[in-house]
């Protein structure tokens, strides 16, 4: 034993019951741990008995044994933990032997496994009105963490970085039980910034008097974005590519250079938004704004919205649609009139998987319109968008001029909990309700859009909460969703709770949205869907801050055919990058998107495949056409009109064909459509 302890860095004793526990260490490796006991002498306490551990059994030694190693001790410490009796008999012990020793804090879950772990205030973490060591306390959060399911390396890291800057275990693992504690859920904080633009005065824009009278009547001076679009001729008719945060004035661009074209006789304005919601929005603050110097019209379809079908006017002045209601209006050959000024928000849909190639075409069919179809002016194309992540090449792309603004006009908190569905539900109710106590300076309640993946747990999520809020989804017809659009402005309700699938058309004035989910239907959000939707959060004429709360599930999917679980995505939406808007092309899309070119231009489909963004196997395509016989030559078969009017895929005509063919029941053919795109 002698030559084992002939050199000993420290001697650590700590109480356990009757008795102490001896901890030996050398260069920070423990040799040994024994066990000590105290007897009471006319000197004072003396070593009584002294037992060296080896695993579950214990060796008796002498106690002089354990003056020994003492004496050889470079450092000898007491935790602090022990009692006071304790700590005065083993100072008192050791002083008998004219041996100095010093009273630390230490980590009791090391102590009881016989190490030695001294803690300071900077490394203590709180656990149970007590003090434990980081390894300790990471310990406990990961046993924590497997009783509540999986979760990812990343939501791990996450947890144990907030358990070293807080030190108090308990608060972390009450995270885990979906507890709201605005300390720890907040992950970052996106600022609000101003870019140095010299604001443009309004007076002096020398625009037609009819929209310079009214935008007079509204502002001194423009915007920065508005300014920047203003300085680099927007209003001389060129051609832009405008990116900027939600709520920085950029509709207002494309309002001033289509209402001051339309008044001057220079063509009518278009005005192409991704869904119907958005249409019908535009559109009453069109008729609202300016319906007495223009007429104003709305083009999406007449079974998608609630009227006789006579709204349409291909005359107005101005036409708010969809982008599939004017691509139907082209498709099918209808005369749109003289076209001053294309505004087509929302550009980033050129992305998207589904419908990116038809906006694609879209574009480029309109192009083909206004420079073969109409005596005005050349037509001005303005593009808008709050998500880009190749902003330049895809303003060359699209053959305009990038204006690029990154100003943020309120600073936006973004926040992260751990919650599993019903969790979900009680953080929601308290989030919601937090909000809507609240009054911003400029006198606004503050109010929420709750993001979810599916149009029955919009419902769900509306009846549990128990301020008054309003489920708000494309399956709700246009009057309810005008009714809710009203009871928000109002300021009536305290929440909507709306579908991922509708963020491009939710424009309400929120200060908070939540994500339910981070999926949109089956599919995971990217970081440009992710950072539109957040972009929604706090407006600067109604709100201070925005504030953003993601409620994940650890180990959470919502279709099996998911690879990541929302953990994990959490994190990759939280550090990602932009995602560069590409329009890619498959087969099918190809198909679709020549076939609507030749139905349109007929031989001059091919420079209509030419420029669009993206790259279009033409020859191809137009093999595949023949072979399908939608075309003869370069004309549309009655089948391929039939099938490009109803913006129908190769694989989806053939399924309706086959069915009328075999005589099936028309709801059985639908049945087998809709089984078909779910698989």
């Not at 004219?98 to 803690?119: E, H, M, N, W």
């Amino acid at each position: 034993m002698s030559r084992q302890v002939a050199q000993v860095d420290t001697l650590f004793l700590h109480e356990s019951g009757d008795d102490y526990r001896v901890v030996v260490e050398r260069d920070g490796q423990r040799l040994f741990q024994a066990v000590l006991e105290l007897k009471e002498t006319d000197a004072g306490p003396r070593p009584g008995r002294f037992r060296i551990k080896e695993g579950t059994s214990e060796e008796p030694r002498s106690p002089d044994e354990f003056v020994d190693i003492a004496r050889r001790a470079s450092r000898i410490r007491i935790s602090q933990q022990t009692s006071q009796t304790g700590r005065q008999r083993l100072l008192a012990m050791l002083d008998g032997y004219q041996l100095d020793a010093k009273v630390v804090r230490t980590c009791r879950f090391c102590a009881r496994d016989g190490r030695y772990s001294p803690i300071t205030s900077e490394t203590a973490i709180e656990a149970d009105d007590e003090a434990i060591c980081p390894d300790c306390a990471k310990e406990e959060l990961d046993r924590q963490v497997t009783m509540q399911g999986s979760m990812s390396a990343s939501a791990r890291e996450r947890l144990e970085e907030l358990l070293l800057e807080v030190q108090d275990l308990d608060r972390i693992t009450n995270l885990l039980e979906g507890r709201l504690d605005p300390d720890l859920t907040k992950f970052d904080e996106i600022s609000a910034t101003l870019d140095d633009v010299e604001p443009v005065p309004v007076d002096s824009l020398s625009l037609h008097p009819g929209i310079q009278s009214k935008l007079e009547g509204r502002f001194d001076d423009l915007l920065p974005v508005q300014s920047l679009a203003v300085e680099n001729d927007v209003l001389n008719g060129r051609d832009q590519l405008v990116v900027s945060a939600t709520a920085t004035g950029k509709t207002l661009i494309g309002e001033m250079a289509g209402l001051d074209r339309v008044l001057n006789g220079e063509g009518k304005m278009l005005f192409l938004v991704p869904l119907v919601a958005l249409a019908n929005q535009k559109h009453e603050s069109f008729e609202e704004r300016y319906g007495d110097i223009a007429d104003v019209t709305i083009r999406v379809g007449a079974s998608r919205i609630n009227d006789d079908g006579n709204r349409f006017s291909p005359e107005a002045d101005i036409i708010v649609g969809t982008y599939e209601g004017i691509d139907h209006a082209l498709r099918t050959g209808k005369d749109l009139g003289d076209i001053g000024t294309v505004v087509i928000d929302e550009v980033h849909t050129l992305g998207e998987e589904e419908r990116g190639h038809r906006l694609d075409g879209l574009i480029s069919r309109l192009k083909y319109y206004t420079e073969t179809h109409q005596s005005a002016a050349d037509t001005q194309y303005i593009y808008l968008s709050a998500t880009v992540g190749n902003p330049g090449q895809l303003a060359e792309k699209l053959r305009a001029q990038l204006i690029e603004f990154e100003e943020r006009p309120v600073p936006i908190e973004r926040h992260l909990t751990f919650a599993d569905g019903r969790e979900k539900l009680d953080v929601e109710d308290k989030l919601v309700k937090r909000a809507f106590d609240q009054e911003s300076s400029k006198g606004y309640r503050g109010q929420t859009i709750i993001f979810t993946n599916s149009r029955r747990r919009c419902h769900e999520i509306s009846r549990k909460l128990q301020y008054d809020s309003a489920p708000y989804h494309a399956g709700l017809d246009y009057k309810r969703r005008k009714k809710v659009e009203g009871q928000f402005a109002d300021q009536e309700l305290a929440a909507v709770v709306t579908t991922a699938a509708l963020a491009a058309g939710v424009d309400f004035p929120a200060s908070q949205v939540i994500f339910d989910s981070l999926a949109m239907g089956i599919e995971w959000l990217t970081v440009q869907e992710f950072e539109q939707m957040l972009g929604r959060a706090g407006r600067p004429d109604y709100h201070d801050e925005g504030t953003v709360y993601m409620l994940v599930e650890p180990d959470g999917v919502y279709h099996n055919s998911m690879e990541m679980t929302e953990d994990e995505v959490a994190f990759k939406l939280l550090k990602g990058d932009m995602e560069p808007v590409i329009t890619r092309y498959d087969e099918s899309a190809a198909v679709e998107e020549t076939l609507a070119n030749v139905t349109v231009a007929g031989k001059g489909a091919k420079r209509l495949n030419d420029r669009m963004v993206g790259e279009v196997p033409t020859k191809h395509a137009l093999g595949k056409l023949l072979e399908y016989e939608f075309i003869d030559g370069l004309s549309p078969t009655p089948l391929g009109r039939a099938v490009t009017r109803h913006f129908l895929a190769p694989d989806q005509a053939f399924l309706m064909l086959d069915g009328i063919r075999k005589g099936n029941d028309p709801a059985k053919i639908v049945a087998d459509l809709e089984l078909r795109d779910e698989e």
